[in-house]
């Protein structure tokens, strides 16, 4: 999580909720495959299908599709999927609650509701697959015990998030609060940008032709990817200066003055003009810093989650398109933590007025494996851009275009 603090008490623990969440994101993509894949009809859309009407006959249905198996994948997966996730939460809670008083109460009532929801959920589960020894319509009162499972489910995973998220403002609220609001009054225009393009690509009739227009030239396909990567560049920047004009660089005070500078001219006295604050080697946490670059990796998950729901859309299926798309944007923020807090380490050792000291190796690879990434998101755009001229919209042409800006976006990260 970002800006949390390691210390030699919660390190094994955070490592241990990375290692969960990775296996979290992966069999969130599984889940994603099976749903896209199981579809039957309109009646049939999901592996979990609506119990009325006619619950026997839409099982019957899943049997004689040939779609039983991944029927029964889809249960188990989420027997699996589920205490993850909430493993995960439950890591992260209890240390985000150690200053709260009462913590103690706190954190029995979090993990009991976690531990209920799993319960029933995987009891709702077990009912889904148990339908299946039935031969002839359901007895009485069964699928009414089923739904009275999901509804309990439901609310029981309800307040479980809610309390997490309490416990998440309650340990960053004070702290980090008023960046927040500094970042969101200049950042407003870039946001509703954001919401504007997604929008316009997924909620209006004609959003899903403009993306398949898009894939019939391979010029214009290759200039959208080069404003694509602008754009996100600009946003990430934008505000900042913005920022500077209305507040300070983060909070104004004679400390922390705002400066700039001009870079060598490189062409007829023309330079880049830059500013910073005066104050030298900061490692402390920025939320605003965070959140610029949170905002620039938007402008490509706003193009992922358009192209899953047009895929969405024109394959008629049930692709969970928002779960996989915030999927893809926790391990991207998750794999930027990692890199921002492997910088504030390196930064933690200089001295003014001392030579800069060598770079970690922890931090060396991770500069190498930004260039490989940019370079590998460079020949899977090519290969997008031969694939469109060559077949225009394919399968191929748009899990290409996927992967490539899956990889911008960690390498933008």
């Given at each position: 999580?970002?800006?949390?603090?390691?210390?030699?008490?919660?390190?094994?623990?955070?490592?241990?909720?990375?290692?969960?969440?990775?296996?979290?994101?992966?069999?969130?993509?599984?889940?994603?495959?099976?749903?896209?894949?199981?579809?039957?009809?309109?009646?049939?859309?999901?592996?979990?299908?609506?119990?009325?009407?006619?619950?026997?006959?839409?099982?019957?249905?899943?049997?004689?599709?040939?779609?039983?198996?991944?029927?029964?994948?889809?249960?188990?997966?989420?027997?699996?999927?589920?205490?993850?996730?909430?493993?995960?939460?439950?890591?992260?809670?209890?240390?985000?609650?150690?200053?709260?008083?009462?913590?103690?109460?706190?954190?029995?009532?979090?993990?009991?509701?976690?531990?209920?929801?799993?319960?029933?959920?995987?009891?709702?589960?077990?009912?889904?697959?148990?339908?299946?020894?039935?031969?002839?319509?359901?007895?009485?009162?069964?699928?009414?015990?089923?739904?009275?499972?999901q509804n309990i489910k439901y609310a029981l995973y309800c307040a479980f998030l809610l309390q997490f998220l309490y416990f998440l403002y309650m340990r960053y609220a004070e702290t980090y609060l008023k960046q927040i609001k500094v970042f969101f009054r200049s950042a407003w225009l870039?946001?509703?940008?954001?919401?504007?393009?997604?929008?316009?690509?997924?909620?209006?009739?004609?959003?899903?032709?403009?993306?398949?227009?898009?894939?019939?030239?391979?010029?214009?396909?290759?200039?959208?990817?080069?404003?694509?990567?602008?754009?996100?560049?600009?946003?990430?920047?934008?505000?900042?200066?913005?920022?500077?004009?209305?507040?300070?660089?983060?909070?104004?005070?004679?400390?922390?003055?705002?400066?700039?500078?001009?870079?060598?001219?490189?062409?007829?006295?023309?330079?880049?003009?830059?500013?910073?604050?005066?104050?030298?080697?900061?490692?402390?946490?920025?939320?605003?810093?965070?959140?610029?670059?949170?905002?620039?990796?938007?402008?490509?998950?706003?193009?992922?989650?358009?192209?899953?729901?047009?895929?969405?859309?024109?394959?008629?299926?049930?692709?969970?398109?928002?779960?996989?798309?915030?999927?893809?944007?926790?391990?991207?923020?998750?794999?930027?933590?990692?890199?921002?807090?492997?910088?504030?380490?390196?930064?933690?050792?200089?001295?003014?007025?001392?030579?800069?000291?060598?770079?970690?190796?922890?931090?060396?690879?991770?500069?190498?494996?930004?260039?490989?990434?940019?370079?590998?998101?460079?020949?899977?755009?090519?290969?997008?851009?031969?694939?469109?001229?060559?077949?225009?919209?394919?399968?191929?042409?748009?899990?290409?275009?996927?992967?490539?800006?899956?990889?911008?976006?960690?390498?933008?990260?």
């Amino acid at each position: 999580m970002a800006g949390m603090h390691y210390t030699k008490d919660n390190l094994p623990s955070v490592t241990l909720a990375n290692v969960l969440l990775t296996a979290f994101l992966i069999l969130t993509i599984l889940l994603a495959w099976i749903i896209s894949s199981f579809r039957i009809n309109d009646v049939v859309p999901v592996p979990q299908f609506d119990l009325f009407p006619q619950a026997f006959e839409k099982l019957q249905l899943i049997v004689t599709s040939g779609k039983l198996n991944l029927y029964k994948w889809f249960f188990r997966i989420d027997s699996l999927w589920a205490p993850i996730g909430v493993t995960t939460l439950l890591i992260f809670g209890k240390i985000f609650c150690r200053k709260l008083s009462f913590r103690k109460v706190y954190y029995f009532v979090f993990m009991s509701l976690g531990l209920l929801a799993l319960i029933f959920d995987w009891w709702e589960n077990r009912l889904y697959i148990n339908l299946l020894q039935y031969k002839q319509p359901f007895p009485d009162g069964i699928l009414d015990n089923l739904i009275s499972i999901q509804n309990i489910k439901y609310a029981l995973y309800c307040a479980f998030l809610l309390q997490f998220l309490y416990f998440l403002y309650m340990r960053y609220a004070e702290t980090y609060l008023k960046q927040i609001k500094v970042f969101f009054r200049s950042a407003w225009l870039n946001i509703i940008f954001v919401g504007i393009l997604v929008f316009i690509l997924t909620k209006v009739d004609q959003g899903t032709t403009i993306i398949i227009d898009l894939f019939q030239s391979p010029v214009d396909y290759l200039v959208f990817i080069i404003l694509l990567n602008t754009i996100a560049l600009i946003f990430s920047h934008y505000p900042i200066y913005l920022q500077i004009w209305q507040h300070g660089l983060d909070y104004p005070s004679k400390d922390n003055k705002i400066v700039w500078k001009l870079n060598k001219p490189q062409w007829l006295g023309i330079g880049i003009v830059s500013f910073q604050a005066n104050v030298k080697h900061s490692t402390k946490f920025s939320a605003t810093q965070f959140l610029r670059r949170a905002l620039g990796m938007s402008v490509y998950l706003a193009w992922i989650y358009a192209l899953l729901a047009c895929y969405r859309t024109l394959d008629r299926n049930q692709l969970p398109v928002f779960l996989m798309t915030a999927s893809i944007a926790v391990f991207a923020f998750w794999s930027y933590r990692r890199l921002l807090r492997q910088k504030n380490d390196w930064k933690k050792k200089f001295v003014i007025g001392e030579p800069r000291p060598r770079l970690t190796p922890a931090l060396i690879r991770a500069c190498k494996g930004l260039v490989v990434l940019v370079w590998i998101a460079i020949l899977i755009t090519l290969i997008s851009v031969t694939i469109v001229f060559l077949e225009e919209w394919t399968p191929i042409s748009w899990i290409s275009s996927i992967c490539s800006t899956v990889i911008y976006l960690l390498a933008f990260g």
